[in-house]
């Protein structure tokens, strides 16, 4: 089936040690996006990609970085995790840009930061 | 700054109810309303408004927009436990650059 699969789905890092959660997809879709969602709270938008073209939201910290090597991958590195950074982290694809498509997310990579 | 809010947040429900779960919007420049699921696992759709007044149809699941009061309600006759989970609608505009999630409606299902 076609699917937006996320790895690891759990990763504890050390508070200061960068941690990379990946991302891949085989629906070809031209829009992949990495929300943060905390406990009892709606996800919160990092970055999303559409196509090559990086669109970084305003409030997100430059601690968060992300790469998307080809369609299919999109990586998002964390530099420097804080205590506050641990969240469950999904990440989304779209065949088109918001609203004229539905997101489809994967499962989630829960991070725990120690 | 877009704003969706979602009412109630939390409900509980015994099986065989119906509820009625509300989502309002402000977004500039809105293009459309979307509701997901959400389980111990990330969310998953189930529908995408754009029209007002057409009612969306999934099995027990419904919903309808209503541009002209800025909201939108999901629907669910015949609650199961597996109904259990928290429910997201979302508002996205024109541009498609942006899509506001609400704080979700936490509902549970009681045998």
């Known amino acids: 089936d076609a699917m937006v699969i996320q790895n690891p789905r759990y990763q504890v890092t050390q508070f200061g040690k960068p941690v990379t959660l990946s991302c891949s997809q085989t629906l070809n879709h031209n829009v992949m996006y990495w929300y943060q969602q905390k406990s009892s709270q709606a996800p919160k938008l990092l970055f999303h990609?559409?196509?090559?073209?990086?669109?970084n939201e305003a409030d997100t910290p430059d601690n968060f970085q992300s790469r998307r090597p080809n369609t299919s991958f999109c990586f998002l590195d964390i530099r420097s995790p804080g205590l506050g950074d641990a969240a469950m982290y999904l990440c989304a694809t779209s065949s088109l840009g918001f609203g004229y498509s539905p997101l489809h997310f994967g499962n989630g990579t829960r991070l725990t930061v120690t | 700054e877009d704003k969706v809010v979602q009412s109630p947040l939390s409900l509980v429900v015994h099986e065989g109810d119906t509820v009625t779960l509300n989502c309002s919007y402000e977004v500039t420049n809105f293009r459309s309303l979307l509701w997901y699921k959400q389980e111990k696992k990330a969310p998953t759709f189930l529908f995408m408004l754009?029209?007002?007044?057409i009612e969306k149809k999934s099995g027990r699941l419904s919903s309808i927009l209503d541009k002209k009061e800025l909201s939108s309600i999901l629907n669910i006759t015949a609650t199961q436990t597996g109904d259990s989970a928290i429910y997201l609608c979302?508002?996205?505009?024109?541009?498609?650059?942006?899509?506001?999630f609400g704080e979700g409606t936490q509902l549970t299902v009681n045998p």
């Open positions: 754009t029209s007002s007044g």
């Open positions: 979302a508002g996205t505009e024109t541009s498609g650059s942006r899509l506001t």
């Open positions: 990609y559409y196509d090559k073209d990086f669109n």
